[in-house]
């Protein structure tokens, strides 16, 4: 059996695009994706077109990496495709994935993203192993946006790609409403499928504009919003604690301050009770989102920011 399926892949760099120089750990140079090169060496049933319109660390993703991302998948004909990979960092891999979640959140194929935790080379890495996964997603037919990650439990876990988290110290990914799978070979649905959507505003003839003009808050104590540069912002994404809280009595000023640019809270879910600091916040103003991740919540903000067509709020809550 030679070539079955077809596969897309859009390489951004990263870890599992990196090598070790004998100094430090570095992207590659463009046209290399190490990780496709060695399954198609060992696979014959799977073609693959790579293209690597974004090629940096992921920690350096910008603006223009997101504008140049989104012009590749917007302009690329994929209809001769059964499915599409995206290869990705895995320092960024929060944001990067829920921004493909986004701008593919209508794709008619499976599209997944891989990211690595060590260096191909390394024999530790999962790198390999999350890509080999994507691969099966895409010939089982595992439609929506996935991202396939293996943590350190050896537990392959499957996320919706809107919903896995930021990683912090610890090489695992979690979901922020639980995984959406597993895969041992093939895949369970351990809940839903969550993807959020964005208005069909987007396309090869009307691309996004993205700019520096979003805000990203985290709370923390002694959190002194005085100290906060709102110039050129357009709107702000404020997350929150564990409890869904945050210093009400502190943000209520700096929301006022901010006049007509909108202060959205991520974090919140639809299904728990609000403590008091949390309702007067709202009540003062702040523009509640419920069951999304602050890393989707913000990109989905920085996409609402990157149009007129709607305002932001109506941006904001379409598909809620």
Known sequence: MVNDMKILVIATGGTIGSAFDGKTINIQSEDKCPVADRYAAEHTDTAFDIIDPVNILSEH??????????????????????GVIFTSGSDNLGYIAAFVSLIMC?????????????????ERSNGYQNFCTAVELIRSGVNGVTVPYRNDDGVIYV??????????????????????????????????????????????????????????????????????????????THTLYHSATLDSASAEPFLKSLGNVPMFLASLRSDRKIYQSTADILKAGAIPLYDISPECAYIKLLLACAQDELSITEFMEFGR
């Not at 209508?106 to 390394?122: F, G």
């Not at 990203?216 to 050129?232: A, K, S, V």
Request: charged share 25%; glycine share 6%.
């Open 61 to 82: 993703l910008s603006a223009k990496d997101l504008n140049t991302l989104a012009r590749a998948v917007y302009t690329c004909d994929m209809s001769a495709y059964d």
């Open 106 to 122: 209508d794709a008619a194929m499976p599209v997944c993203i891989v990211a690595a935790n060590m260096l191909m080379s390394d």
């Open 159 to 236: 996320h919706s790609a809107c919903d896995i988290r930021q990683a912090d110290m610890s090489e695992d990914f979690y979901s922020f409403n639980g995984f959406y799978g597993v895969y041992d070979g093939s895949f369970r649905e351990l809940r839903p499928y969550i993807g959020h959507k964005v208005p069909a505003i987007f396309g090869a003839d009307r691309l996004p504009e993205i700019r520096d003009n979003v805000m990203l808050i985290h709370p923390y104590p002694m959190l002194d919003y005085r100290r906060l540069n709102t110039d050129g912002v357009r709107a702000v």
